[in-house]
C-alpha cells in the first residue's frame, strides 16, 4: 500500500512536468523582442505581439487590488483583532465560503453590478470582477498573519498607554506586514492567471486602450482566444503568453515561499 | 480578546480612536457579508425575467434554444455534475496516496520540494490547463484512451462511441489534475492534526505500520470527506480548462466519449452572444443556480474541515 502512495504522488507529477514542458518548448518559439512591445497583427499578417495584453492584464490586476486591498486589509483586522465572537465566526465562514465561488459567477456579477448600468464593457468591470476574487485570500491571510504576532507586543504597547487603535496599526500591523505582503501576492498571483471573469467584462481589445472606461486586453483572454483559433501563428504566440503568465505566477510563488519560509517552518 | 476587558478596568473612559478604528474595520468585515447577499440578489434580479417565466422547470428541461427562446439548464447541470463526479472519482484515490505519502511517509528533505511541486499544481492558471488539454491531452486520449477503453470496457455504455477525444471523459481527466492539489494538500494538513497518541497506541498495540496509518485515516474522515468536497466546489466552477476539451454540446448522453457542456462553459461561451433580454436572463439563472450549489457545497465542506483542523489553516491556502 505505501508503494501506492509512492506512486500516486510520482502520477501527480507527471502532468506537472508535461505541462512546463509543452509550455517552455512551445512558448520559447514565439518568444521575441516583439512579442512584449508590439500589437497584435490582423488575421493573415504573421508577427506582432501582445504588449497591450500584457500592459491590461497589469492594470486589471492594480485595479482589483485598489478595490480589494482596503476592504480585505480591514476585514482581516476586524476578525483578528475584534472577531472574536459570533460575528466574526459567521464572516470568517462566509469568507471562506466565498473563496469557492467559481470565477465565472463573479464576472457575471460584476457584468449586472458594472457592465449593465454603464452599457458598455469596461475595464472597470474587470477589476470589480477580479477584485470579488481577491478579497476572501487577502482577508483570511491578513487575518492569520496578524494573529501571529505575540499577545505579549498588544500588552507591551498598551501598558505603555498607547491607545488600542495605534496599537493595531502601528505595532501589530507593521510587525505582520512581511506576512500580508505574501497573501497579497497569492492573491495577484490567482487574480493574474484568471480568465473566466474577464470574458464579459473587460471582453478584449486589439489595440491600446486609451482609458479605463473602454474594454482591455489581458493576456488569459488572449491566449484563450488565440488558443482555439485556426491559426498556427496566433497559437504559437497563445503558448508563449502561457509561458509568460507561467513566469510571472511561478516567480511570485516562490517569493512567497521564500518570504513564509521561517513563519511556516512548522509547516 | 482579553485586552478589551483589562482596559476597561484600567481606563473606565472610552477612547475615540478605539471606538472609530473599531467600527470601521467592523464596517469593512459587513462589507464581505453584504457581497455575498449583493451577489445573490443581483443575480436574483437579473434572472427575474427567466425565473418567472419558466419556474422550477428550468432546472429540468433539456431545450436550450435561443431562437425560440426557450430555456432549460438540465444539459448543463447535468455536464457539471458528471464531469465532476468524474474527476473526483480519477483523482480521490491519487489524493489519498499523495496525503499519505507526505504526511506519514516521505522523510523531511523529500517532503517538503514535493508539497511545493504539488502545491505548484495547484498554481497553474486554468486557460494553461485548457491550452495543454487541447492541444496534448486530447489528441493522446483520442489516439490511445479512448480506443484502450472501448475494446477493455466497451460493453458498458459508458465506454462506447466514437473516440472523438474531445468530450466528457476529457473534462473529467482535465479536472481531476486541477483538483487533485487542492484534496491532496488538506488531506495531508488533516492527517497530520490527527494527535501522535493515536498512533503511538496503535503502534505500542503491535500494528504495523501500514495498520497505524488506517487509523490515522478513519481518525480524520471527517476532514478528508471535507477535502473531497472542497475539491467538488472547484470543479462544480471550473470553467476556462473544461469549455476548451468538453466539446460544448447541450445533449445528454450516456457514453462518456460524447460532447458535452457545464454551466460555467456555457457562461463562458454565449454570454456575449446573448442578445435579447431573454436569453441573457436565462443564462445569468444558471450563473445563480451554480452560485448556490457551489455556496452548499462549500459550506458543508468548509464546516467538515473546520470541525478537524483549527479554523481551517490548511482550507485557507487553497
Given amino acids: 500500500?505505501?508503494?501506492?502512495?509512492?506512486?500516486?504522488?510520482l502520477i501527480a507529477l507527471v502532468p506537472l512536468l508535461l505541462i512546463f514542458y509543452r509550455t517552455i518548448s512551445l512558448g520559447m518559439s514565439a518568444i521575441?523582442?516583439?512579442?512584449?512591445?508590439?500589437?497584435?497583427?490582423?488575421?493573415?499578417?504573421?508577427?506582432?505581439?501582445?504588449?497591450?495584453?500584457?500592459v491590461g492584464t497589469m492594470i486589471l490586476v492594480g485595479l482589483g487590488c485598489c478595490i480589494s486591498f482596503p476592504i480585505g486589509i480591514m476585514a482581516g483586522m476586524f476578525l483578528s483583532e475584534y472577531g472574536n465572537n459570533p460575528f466574526?465566526?459567521?464572516?470568517?465562514?462566509?469568507?471562506?465560503?466565498?473563496?469557492?465561488?467559481?470565477?465565472?459567477?463573479?464576472?457575471?456579477?460584476?457584468?449586472?453590478l458594472v457592465v449593465i448600468p454603464l452599457k458598455h464593457f469596461s475595464g472597470y468591470a474587470g477589476g470589480v470582477a477580479l477584485a470579488i476574487l481577491m478579497i476572501p485570500t487577502i482577508t483570511r491571510t491578513t487575518e492569520e498573519m496578524l494573529k501571529m504576532v505575540p499577545q505579549s507586543y498588544r500588552e507591551a504597547a498598551l501598558a505603555l498607554g498607547i491607545s488600542q487603535w495605534k496599537t493595531s496599526l502601528r505595532i501589530v500591523l507593521r510587525t505582520a506586514l512581511g506576512g500580508i505582503v505574501t497573501g497579497v501576492m497569492l492573491a495577484i498571483a490567482r487574480a493574474a492567471g484568471e480568465t473566466a471573469p474577464l470574458l464579459f467584462t473587460a471582453l478584449n481589445n486589439r489595440f491600446w486602450h486609451t482609458s479605463i472606461d473602454q474594454p482591455i486586453a489581458s493576456l488569459t483572454v488572449f491566449i484563450y482566444n488565440y488558443g482555439v483559433s485556426p491559426f498556427d501563428d496566433w497559437i504559437a504566440q497563445?503558448?508563449?503568453?502561457?509561458?509568460?503568465?507561467?513566469?510571472?505566477?511561478?516567480?511570485?510563488?516562490?517569493?512567497?515561499?521564500y518570504a513564509t519560509r521561517s513563519r511556516y517552518a512548522g509547516n | 480578546m482579553s485586552i478589551g476587558i483589562h482596559r476597561e478596568l484600567l481606563t473606565p473612559h472610552v477612547n475615540v480612536g478605539d471606538a472609530v478604528f473599531k467600527n470601521l474595520t467592523r464596517f469593512f468585515a459587513l462589507l464581505i457579508v453584504g457581497m455575498v447577499v449583493l451577489m445573490a440578489f443581483e443575480m436574483y434580479g437579473s434572472a427575474k425575467l427567466s425565473i418567472e417565466k419558466f419556474g422550477w422547470q428550468f432546472l429540468v428541461r433539456s431545450v436550450w434554444d435561443p431562437v425560440k427562446e426557450e430555456y432549460g439548464a438540465l444539459p448543463f447541470i447535468y455536464g457539471t455534475l458528471v464531469s465532476s463526479a468524474l474527476a473526483l472519482i480519477i483523482a480521490l484515490p491519487l489524493s489519498i496516496g499523495i496525503a499519505v505519502f507526505l504526511a506519514e511517509i516521505a522523510p523531511r528533505w523529500l517532503e517538503r520540494p514535493l508539497s511545493f511541486f504539488i502545491e505548484l499544481l495547484a498554481g497553474i492558471p486554468s486557460i494553461v490547463y485548457g491550452l495543454w488539454g487541447f492541444f496534448v491531452m486530447v489528441p493522446w486520449i483520442r489516439t490511445t484512451v479512448e480506443p484502450a477503453l472501448s475494446s477493455t470496457l466497451g460493453f458498458i455504455p459508458l465506454f462506447r462511441g466514437a473516440p472523438y477525444g474531445i468530450g466528457m471523459l476529457a473534462a473529467g481527466m482535465i479536472l481531476s489534475v486541477m483538483v487533485l492539489p487542492i484534496v491532496s494538500s488538506i488531506s495531508r494538513d488533516v492527517l497530520r492534526a490527527?494527535?501522535?497518541?493515536?498512533?503511538?497506541?496503535?503502534?505500542?498495540?503491535?500494528?504495523?505500520?501500514?495498520?497505524?496509518?488506517?487509523?490515522?485515516?478513519?481518525?480524520?474522515?471527517?476532514?478528508?470527506?471535507?477535502?473531497?468536497?472542497?475539491?467538488?466546489?472547484?470543479?462544480?466552477?471550473?470553467t476556462m480548462a473544461v469549455t476548451m476539451v468538453i466539446g460544448n454540446r447541450p445533449t445528454i448522453s450516456a457514453s462518456?466519449?460524447?460532447?458535452?457542456?457545464?454551466?460555467?462553459?456555457?457562461?463562458?461561451?454565449?454570454?456575449?452572444?446573448?442578445?435579447?433580454?431573454?436569453?441573457?436572463?436565462?443564462?445569468?439563472?444558471?450563473?445563480?443556480?451554480?452560485?448556490?450549489?457551489t455556496i452548499i457545497v462549500n459550506s458543508f465542506a468548509r464546516l467538515l474541515v473546520w470541525s478537524v483542523t483549527k479554523h481551517g489553516d490548511a482550507a485557507r491556502r487553497t
Avoid: H
Avoid at chain 1, 503558448?239 to 515561499?257: D, E, F, P, Q, Y
Avoid at chain 2, 500494528?207 to 474522515?221: C, H, Q
Avoid at chain 2, 461561451?269 to 431573454?278: I, K, L
Fill in chain 1, 1 to 9: 500500500m505505501f508503494a501506492f502512495c509512492g506512486l500516486s504522488t
Fill in chain 1, 32 to 54: 521575441n523582442l516583439d512579442f512584449f512591445t508590439a500589437l497584435p497583427k490582423p488575421v493573415g499578417e504573421s508577427g506582432g505581439g501582445l504588449a497591450n495584453a500584457i
Fill in chain 1, 88 to 112: 466574526g465566526t459567521s464572516v470568517r465562514f462566509l469568507t471562506d465560503v466565498m473563496n469557492g465561488v467559481p470565477s465565472i459567477v463573479t464576472g457575471v456579477v460584476a457584468y449586472t
Fill in chain 1, 238 to 257: 497563445a503558448w508563449a503568453g502561457a509561458l509568460v503568465l507561467m513566469v510571472m505566477i511561478l516567480l511570485l510563488s516562490i517569493a512567497v515561499r
Fill in chain 2, 194 to 238: 490527527v494527535p501522535r497518541s493515536q498512533k503511538e497506541a496503535a503502534l505500542a498495540l503491535g500494528s504495523t505500520r501500514w495498520e497505524a496509518t488506517r487509523i490515522a485515516l478513519s481518525y480524520s474522515r471527517s476532514g478528508i470527506i471535507g477535502a473531497i468536497i472542497l475539491g467538488l466546489g472547484r470543479a462544480l466552477g471550473e
Fill in chain 2, 256 to 293: 462518456l466519449f460524447e460532447p458535452g457542456y457545464t454551466m460555467a462553459s456555457v457562461l463562458a461561451n454565449e454570454f456575449t452572444e446573448a442578445t435579447s433580454q431573454m436569453y441573457l436572463s436565462a443564462l445569468i439563472e444558471i450563473a445563480l443556480v451554480l452560485f448556490l450549489m
